[in-house]
């Protein structure tokens, strides 16, 4: 024992046994440290990933909910753009409608226009109030009265009771004359034209334009009363 003693107290001293241990320390520190320093990258690697991960999270959720609102509204404008194409449609569909009704009925009263002079009195009467009318318009002393050829006795004596009449409600005479060269078309279903002005002004109120008149001015208040006020209208005149 005390010889293997002596030869482990020589390897001590011996400079290469020493050399040797001093590698095997050195080997362990660099060991150790190389350990700690890839521990410290792990870490940071991790921490890194982990940030990065949270990141491409935040990013993706934040794709995910611009796709979800822009696709939201790309389905909130289709469902309004629907719904007022339908909406459009459907109130095309009532004017149609109405429309129909309106143009019937006036086709109707125009059928009609010729049946108002059946009844020769109210005829007459007709007639009369029609050239005052002008009468009034014109304020002339002479003017002219075109009539159909059939009704030439009837607006004589139509425009003899104008004249009484003019007479009495504007205290002064008028000339008022039957022009028979210038008749009304024989399509013509009624009424009358009052011409003055040296020939240059017409009134023209046969039953055809009184009915036009009629389409056009009277038209708001035809439809207000077959088919009720109109209840996206804000304003009236």
């Not at 990933?49 to 491409?56: D, R, Y």
Request: contains cysteine; proline residues 3%; glycine residues 6%.
């Amino acid at each position: 024992m005390s010889q293997a003693h002596a030869l482990s107290d020589d390897q001590r001293d011996d400079p290469v046994f020493q050399v040797s241990g001093e590698l095997k320390k050195m080997t362990a520190f660099i060991r150790q440290e190389a350990l700690e320093k890839a521990k410290e990258i792990q870490i940071k690697a991790d921490e890194e990933f982990a940030i990065e991960k949270s990141k491409l999270v935040r990013e993706e959720t934040s794709s995910i909910d611009s796709s979800y609102e822009k696709r939201f509204k790309q389905a909130a404008m289709s469902q309004q753009i629907t719904r007022s194409t339908v909406a459009n449609k459907s109130r095309l569909r009532v004017l149609t409608a109405r429309q129909a009704v309106l143009d019937d009925l006036f086709d109707q009263a125009r059928d009609k226009l010729g049946a108002f002079t059946k009844d020769k009195a109210k005829y007459q009467e007709t007639l009369k109030n029609l050239i005052l009318e002008g009468a009034y318009a014109l304020n002339e002393g002479k003017i002219l009265v075109r009539a159909r050829k059939p009704d030439y006795d009837v607006a004589k004596k139509a425009i003899g009771e104008a004249q009484k009449e003019y007479k009495e409600k504007v205290n002064k005479d008028i000339s008022i004359e039957l022009d028979d060269k210038n008749p009304q078309p024989e399509a013509c279903s009624g009424g009358l034209s009052i011409v003055g002005g040296g020939g240059k002004i017409d009134i023209n109120n046969t039953f055809e334009e009184r009915l036009r008149l009629l389409e056009t001015d009277a038209l708001p208040s035809v439809r207000t009363t077959l088919f009720g006020p109109n209840e996206n209208r804000k304003f009236y005149d």
